[in-house]
């Protein structure tokens, strides 16, 4: 036994050029795991990819953008016929569109709702058949804790990521006992997401002490702290767990 969490599996990981996803691609080689990884940023996840495969582990990638139902297609068979199996996927594409409700037009619904939930379920139809065969699976949804709070300056983001957690109960039931399906709900996280979020606040320091303000650890997150709850998620440490809503949000909605 070597100890490592994720040893011998095969996890794909989708939104893993940056942020939280290139994070938690990190940790979980580091846990031992085989890589799988997309983006629509092909520099940046050809860059981690190099990282990893330098590190010793082992990576396929496949670029493109996941609302693309052929994209997670792909790299599962990829991933397949390197590593002979697929045990995990984490579902963290997401964007926001910086737009009050009223000003949201049906191309901006469409399009968050797309990204932020369409290619979560086109992975897991994806992976679902792959996950059968290796005996079972786990899937972890990245949503927000905009899917549990009311969020300003980004409309349509908290509905779509509401749509999340209940796509990720409505999979856990689906598919238990065999494939688990949970969800994570970051909150604040020092991303270039949070940095364009910031950047539509005309006082950015006042906005940060608001936004952070609102968490009983008042900071913005590190991508790392999200990514260990991730891992967990997608490891046999939490077999016990479907369905679940996990709250890495620094207390924001337990007030
Ligand atoms: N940063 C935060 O404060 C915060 C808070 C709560 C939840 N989240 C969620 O965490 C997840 C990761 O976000 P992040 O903060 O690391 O942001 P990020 O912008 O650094 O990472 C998102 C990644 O997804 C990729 N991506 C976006 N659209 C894509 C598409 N259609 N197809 C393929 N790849 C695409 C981007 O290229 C990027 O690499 C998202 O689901 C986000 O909603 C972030």
């Not at 991508?223 to 939490?238: G, H, M, N, T």
Request: net charge negative; glycine share 10%; charged share 20%.
């Amino acid at each position: 036994m070597s100890g490592l969490r994720l040893a011998g599996k095969t996890i794909l990981v989708n939104g893993a050029a940056t942020g939280v996803g290139r994070a938690t691609a990190r940790m979980a080689a580091v846990e031992g795991a085989n890589l799988a990884l997309t983006d629509l940023n092909g520099e940046g996840l050809e860059l981690v990819a190099q990282e990893l495969r330098s590190a010793g582990a082992g990576v396929v990638t496949v670029v493109g953008d996941s609302v693309d139902g052929q994209v997670p297609q792909e790299l599962v068979a990829l991933a397949e016929s390197k590593f002979g199996y697929l045990n995990a996927l984490v579902n963290n594409v997401g964007i926001i569109i910086l737009k009050s409700l009223e000003d949201t037009t049906r191309d901006d619904f469409d399009r968050m709702m797309s990204v932020n939930c369409y290619s979560h379920l086109a992975a897991i139809q994806a992976v679902v058949p792959a996950m059968r065969r290796a005996g079972g699976g786990s899937i972890v949804n990245v949503a927000s804790v905009g899917a549990l709070v009311a969020l300003p300056n980004v409309s349509m983001y908290c509905p779509s990521k509401s749509a999340v957690l209940g796509l990720t109960r409505a999979a856990a039931a689906e598919f238990s006992p065999d494939i688990r399906v949970n969800a994570v709900c970051p909150g604040g996280t020092a991303t270039e997401m949070s940095r364009i979020h910031l950047e539509s606040f005309d006082d950015k320091e006042a906005a940060t002490k608001k936004l952070t303000g609102r968490q009983m650890i008042a900071r913005y997150a590190q991508p790392e702290e999200i990514a260990s709850v991730i891992v967990f998620l997608a490891s046999d440490e939490s077999s016990f767990m479907t369905g679940a809503t996990v709250a890495a949000e620094g207390g924001h909605s337990a007030w």
